[in-house]
């Protein structure tokens, strides 16, 4: 990149960060009902319930995270974090960060921190977690992505981001256990107890 087509990008990215703190602002202003979580994708706002299972399903990630790196991982759920294209504020189902992570000079953690992130489907939303976040996600490139698809049974591995998108997914049946040794996270994930819809 010359000098220019570098500042002509800082120039995009704070525009995007100017944006979404905007509407983030509105949003935390509205009466947003109790269990339901509020992102952007791609510029449009999305309200989703946070249903039982989905939580289920969360937990069991946080927790196997948790039990190989310890509670002072830098694991979070349901937090802001902007990624690359137009106006997109995420708030990952569950986003790892490389112990370094730390917040820019706007208070928000940043996409090269995020070393893994995962997302259980909502029935409403499930288009933005395949393409959108996914593609997003490529770009910024976050090593892993994991999707949970309560309602197929099944998850999808996304590793190895190039040229803004993924390789194909490794798929695997909940009941299955998911190895991702040699992976950033270097576990195996149990799925037998993941619940379906």
Request: proline letters at 6%; aromatic letters at 12%; hydrophobic letters at 35%.
């Given at each position: 990149?010359?000098?220019?087509?570098?500042?002509?990008?800082?120039?995009?990215?704070?525009?995007?960060?100017?944006?979404?703190?905007?509407?983030?602002?509105?949003?935390?202003?509205?009466?947003?009902?109790?269990?339901?979580?509020?992102?952007?994708?791609?510029?449009?706002?999305?309200?989703?319930?946070?249903?039982?299972?989905?939580?289920?399903?969360?937990?069991?990630?946080?927790?196997?995270?948790?039990?190989?790196?310890?509670?002072?991982?830098?694991?979070?759920?349901?937090?802001?974090?902007?990624?690359?294209?137009?106006?997109?504020?995420?708030?990952?189902?569950?986003?790892?960060?490389?112990?370094?992570?730390?917040?820019?000079?706007?208070?928000?953690?940043?996409?090269?921190?995020?070393?893994?992130?995962?997302?259980?489907?909502?029935?409403?939303?499930?288009?933005?977690?395949?393409?959108?976040?996914?593609?997003?996600?490529?770009?910024a490139e976050v090593p892993l992505y994991v999707i949970a698809d309560p309602y197929q049974g099944r998850c999808y591995v996304?590793?190895?981001?190039?040229?803004?998108?993924?390789?194909?997914?490794?798929?695997?049946?909940?009941?299955?256990?998911?190895?991702?040794?040699?992976?950033?996270?270097?576990?195996?994930?149990?799925?037998?107890?993941?619940?379906?819809?």
């Amino acid at each position: 990149m010359t000098v220019l087509e570098d500042r002509i990008a800082m120039a995009d990215t704070d525009a995007n960060t100017e944006a979404l703190d905007e509407w983030f602002e509105r949003l935390e202003r509205m009466p947003v009902p109790e269990g339901f979580r509020v992102e952007i994708v791609g510029g449009n706002v999305y309200m989703t319930p946070q249903r039982d299972i989905h939580w289920e399903i969360i937990r069991a990630f946080l927790w196997a995270i948790e039990d190989r790196f310890g509670r002072k991982v830098r694991v979070f759920s349901d937090v802001r974090i902007d990624f690359p294209g137009h106006q997109n504020g995420f708030c990952p189902d569950i986003a790892m960060l490389k112990d370094s992570a730390k917040k820019d000079d706007t208070g928000h953690w940043r996409y090269e921190d995020v070393q893994f992130v995962a997302e259980v489907i909502s029935k409403g939303t499930a288009a933005n977690d395949y393409v959108p976040k996914r593609l997003a996600y490529a770009e910024a490139e976050v090593p892993l992505y994991v999707i949970a698809d309560p309602y197929q049974g099944r998850c999808y591995v996304y590793t190895n981001p190039k040229s803004g998108d993924y390789e194909d997914p490794q798929r695997v049946d909940f009941g299955t256990d998911i190895d991702l040794t040699g992976t950033v996270v270097d576990l195996t994930l149990k799925t037998d107890t993941f619940p379906r819809d």
